[in-house]
């Protein structure tokens, strides 16, 4: 049945030319004896050719990894080298992991070739080169995979995936999309799970980063572009993902020369001097929750002299840290607007300032102890927010709701886009007949009993 789904996928999916080749051994040998093996199978995609039982390849070929008994492996004596474009499908990624085998240091994949790869539904571990490396490709995407305790070696950016123009690991990259997959204790020194530096778009939907290290630059992702002339055409989208616990001295993500768009994400208990590092960067931080930090920033803003000025804007996030974290920090060469924010932790510094006015607020903003962020005559200075504490409210990512009698319920204007849990916004929350946007990364619903559904009373 999933055979003839995939099938029909195939044809309707308007690929011109490919074929369907299906893996039915976890062997790692190339050896006519009835069988499919991944490496079979791959050799028969990369070259249009028939190998074994696999079948023949044919223009951008569809590899349907047909091993799907539970803890499933394929060990690697040396890399798969991918030069054709090509899907990879596995069982999921519970299902099948790839790894390599005793005596084999390098890649997992490396991929060369002009055409679009998609890697999907499989799991890669233990890599001690940079898992996927990317020298061509045009648009590459993975989707509902994991990555486990992959390590770059030597010279090596990303972990998990190197796919760095910038720093000449990659030659040639379209796009990288990455939706709902898992990166978890991965290390480099720079992009501990994913180096991706250069001007191709870079998005990140619905993934997790957790317990990523790196030594230099970038725990859980490394995007760098040095050129001064593209800020406003270079990419990067992280949405509905979620950055836990993942370490390095110089930011959990780093960017820089940027236009950036971070929304509906959560930072939770990252360490290091920041968890967002934005260099000469333009864009939105929206509706996430930035949480778990006693000392360092949540967001660094500075930029170069020689650079148009970076400017970002934040927007409907939740603040909670304490002790001496700073949430915002606007350095150097970069200018802040701020709305809408909850800045619910203990910490008295809030925001801060390397220069004057550099930090503008738009209004909206609350602070619970001090006043550093709020000097707009509709921010809310010294105010308890009254948050719940951060739990799952029914959804998949953990949320710190406000009360129904909190000072943040339908008291900002200027919402217009989903909170941190993807629900439309604004909701009469204060029960008044006008729907008002809270302040923060989330919207208390109309009619919503939150404790009803944590469970507990
Ligand atoms: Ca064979
Ligand atoms: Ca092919
Ligand atoms: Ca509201
Ligand atoms: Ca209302």
Not at 439 to 446: D, N, R, S, T
């Amino acid at each position: 049945m999933k055979k003839i789904i995939l099938i029909t996928w195939l044809l309707l999916s308007g690929i011109a030319q490919a074929n369907l080749l299906i893996v039915d051994s976890n062997e790692d040998v190339v050896q006519v004896d009835n069988n499919c093996t991944l490496r079979e199978a791959i050799t028969a995609a990369n070259f249009d050719i028939t190998v074994d039982q696999c079948g023949t390849g044919l223009g951008d070929d569809l590899i349907w990894l047909l091993i799907n008994s539970s803890g499933d492996a394929i060990q690697l004596d040396n890399q798969l080298g991918i030069i054709d474009g090509v899907t990879i499908q596995g069982p999921g990624a519970d299902n099948l992991v790839l790894l390599p085998a005793n005596g084999h240091s390098g890649h997992i994949f490396q991929i060369n070739t002009d055409r679009d790869v998609t890697l999907q539904d499989f799991r890669i571990g233990g890599a001690q080169s940079s898992a996927v490396d990317v020298v061509n490709v045009r648009d590459l995407e993975f989707a509902n995979m994991e990555f486990h305790n992959n390590q770059a070696g030597s010279n090596e950016y990303g972990g998990a995936i190197q796919a760095d123009v910038e720093d000449g690991h990659t030659l040639s990259i379209n796009s990288l999309m990455i939706d709902n997959v898992l990166f978890q204790s991965n290390s480099a020194d720079y992009g501990g799970a994913v180096a991706a530096g250069g001007t191709y778009d870079f998005s990140v939907n619905n993934s997790e980063f957790i317990s990523n290290t790196a030594s230099t630059i970038g725990a859980a992702i490394y995007r760098y572009y040095r050129g001064f002339d593209s800020i406003d055409t270079v990419f990067t989208t992280i949405k509905n993902s979620q950055f836990k616990e993942n370490s390095c001295s110089n930011g959990t993500v780093s960017v820089l020369q940027q236009t950036l768009d971070i929304s509906e994400s959560l930072f939770q208990n990252n360490s290091g001097v920041t968890t967002i590092n934005a260099l000469n960067t333009r864009g939105a931080i929206r509706n996430s929750i930035f949480t778990g930090r006693t000392s360092g920033r949540a967001l660094t803003f500075s930029g170069y002299p020689t650079a148009l000025v970076s400017i970002i804007s934040v927007e409907f996030n939740t603040f909670i840290n304490q002790s001496s974290a700073v949430d915002m920090q606007v350095g150097n060469y970069a200018t802040v607007s701020i709305q809408g924010n909850a800045f619910a932790g203990s910490n008295i510094i809030s925001c801060q300032e390397i220069n004057a006015d550099t930090l503008v607020s738009n209004g909206y903003n609350l602070e619970a102890v001090g006043e550093s962020c709020t000097f707009h005559i509709d921010d809310l200075s010294g105010t308890h927010a009254e948050l719940l504490p951060l739990g799952l409210y029914g959804g998949d990512i953990l949320i710190a709701p406000p009360t129904v009698s909190s000072p943040l319920v339908d008291t900002a204007m200027g919402c217009n886009s989903n909170d941190i849990s993807g629900v439309g916004r604004p909701y009469d929350g204060n029960g008044d007949g006008t729907s008002e946007c809270d302040i923060g990364a989330v919207e208390l619903p109309e009619d919503f009993d939150y404790i009803f559904i944590n469970g507990f009373e």
